[in-house]
């Protein structure tokens, strides 16, 4: 654990005051990196949203696991679908992971939005392709709602970029030394 707070304070080179430490969560720090209340409160909402996303993917494991096993998904020629279950069983336990430091995994939460929103709007160009030729998708238009809702929800509580301190230089990428 201690590992973990030494690498959440890495120091910027050239840097002259401890308070250069202090890690950038998002843009309701003030700068001695005390969270105002509204980013504990928007901090606390996307770690519920993250629980309970990575558990409703989560969950798509047994979906996945039943598919495969009873070669439902040869029945019509559905292969997609165990492939898309695939995708989002994995995503479940990274979003459940990046529940605990949201600001240090912004880019699986970002990735989590963006392949939901994607998917949500597959789904929907699919829908009207479907009414055009006058079939009807098998699904049900709710789920494109609860698609674009977890992609919508995800990128608006989506921690902000960290602040690079002004005037710090770029440093060259650190290799691990064999």
């Known amino acids: 654990m201690q590992f973990l707070e030494a690498i959440a304070t890495i120091p910027v080179e050239n840097a002259g005051t401890d308070e250069d430490l202090v890690p950038c969560l998002d843009d309701s720090q003030t700068g ?3 969270q105002t209340e509204d980013g504990m409160k928007r ?5 519920v949203v993250l629980v309970l996303v990575g558990l409703f993917y989560c ?13 439902s998904w ?11 279950l695939s995708l989002n069983t994995a995503l479940g336990p990274c979003l459940l992971l990046a529940v605990k430091q949201p600001a240090r995994h ?33 699904d049900s ?19 902000a970029k960290p602040a690079s ?6 440093s060259e990428p650190r290799f691990a030394e064999r």
Do not use: C, K
């Open 32 to 34: 001695n990196g005390v």
């Open 43 to 47: 901090e606390r909402t996307l770690q």
């Open 59 to 71: 969950f798509w494991g047994y979906l996945l696991f039943d598919a495969l096993w009873h070669s």
């Open 74 to 84: 040869l029945n019509g020629h559905n292969d997609v679908m165990p492939m898309f």
């Open 106 to 138: 912004r880019l699986m939460i970002a990735y989590g939005a963006w392949s939901s929103l994607a998917h949500g709007f597959t789904m929907t160009i699919m829908s009207a392709e479907s009414a055009a030729h006058g079939m009807h998708r098998r």
């Open 141 to 159: 238009p709710q789920d494109i709602v609860i698609f674009v809702a977890i992609g919508v929800a995800l990128l608006a509580l989506l921690p």
């Open 165 to 170: 301190p002004a005037g710090a230089p770029i």
